[in-house]
């Protein structure tokens, strides 16, 4: 058996693949491919979603009820700690007392990376200010660890650029970061197929965000399942633990002592 949970705020989730709700086609798209995903924490971008303050337009919550998933607002398109902190206090309010908050400052459109800088300053004022955040950051080791010691509840280090499918562009600085972790490390932005997903959980990372990989997708229902087990066959590879690369081979069937 291996250990098939991860905790995030004290709380218990079975499934390790968090997904968001963008770029797809339409709601219904958008709920079938979460469903057959297994994902139990949902991410959407609160200043982009509707959820029920446009009254004639349709509404995330018709389809992503709060009592099957665990709702992750995040600021998206935000590029200042001031966006960032005001937005999450409105899905705070949204969503009558709300807590759990995806955070991400980004530092410019053309390549979506995070500005520490501002990060780590929303970091703060909303950690003070009562909310559990996981924090998008980037793949420096050092600023992980320091998002962790002030007391965010999990590190999401991108893995390449957001949405654009490169796969695991960075697997030194993941292993680094996974070294000093404290808080669940769950790699958000990068993935583009079902072996990158592997090869995040292969590396140890507690957990693994996407959305443009799935919705982007050709059949995006078909590979929120590959997905799903993509993510428990990783898990299960790390901890059985791989077999030790050699330089030559090796035969599955020894010979010695047997007799010709």
């Known amino acids: ?78 590029y200042t700690a001031d966006d960032a902190v005001r937005t999450c206090r409105l899905a705070r309010e949204l969503l009558d007392g709300h807590d759990l908050v995806k955070l991400e400052v980004l530092g410019d459109e053309k390549t979506l990376f995070p500005n520490v800088v501002e990060t780590l300053k929303a970091a703060k004022t909303l950690i003070n200010d009562g909310f559990k955040v996981m924090v998008y950051t980037s793949d420096d080791p050092i600023i992980a660890k320091q998002l962790a010691e002030m007391g965010c509840v999990a590190v999401m280090p991108l893995a390449a650029p957001i949405g654009s499918g490169l796969g695991i562009r960075n697997p030194h600085n993941i292993r680094m970061i996974l070294e000093d972790a404290t808080v669940p490390i769950i790699v958000d932005a990068g993935v583009g197929t079902a072996s990158d997903a592997a090869i995040v959980m292969e590396l140890g990372c507690d957990g693994v965000l996407m959305n443009t990989a799935i919705a982007a997708a050709q059949k995006p229902v078909l590979m929120a399942s590959a997905m799903k087990k993509a993510v428990e066959a990783g898990r299960e590879a790390f901890c059985a633990g791989r077999m030790p690369r050699k330089m030559y081979a090796s035969a599955s069937s020894p010979i010695d002592g047997t007799f010709f």
Do not use: H
Not at 22 to 34: L, V
Not at 55 to 72: G, M, Q, R
């Open 1 to 78: 058996m291996t250990d098939s949970k991860i905790t995030i705020a004290g709380v218990e989730y079975g499934s390790r693949l968090l997904v968001g709700t963008g770029k797809y086609k339409d709601m219904t798209e958008t709920a079938e491919a979460i469903a057959v995903s297994g994902a139990e924490i949902v991410t959407f971008a609160v200043r982009r979603t509707n959820l029920g303050q446009n009254a004639d337009e349709p509404s995330l919550l018709d389809v992503i009820s709060p009592e099957k998933y665990t709702l992750l607002p995040n600021t998206a398109a935000c």
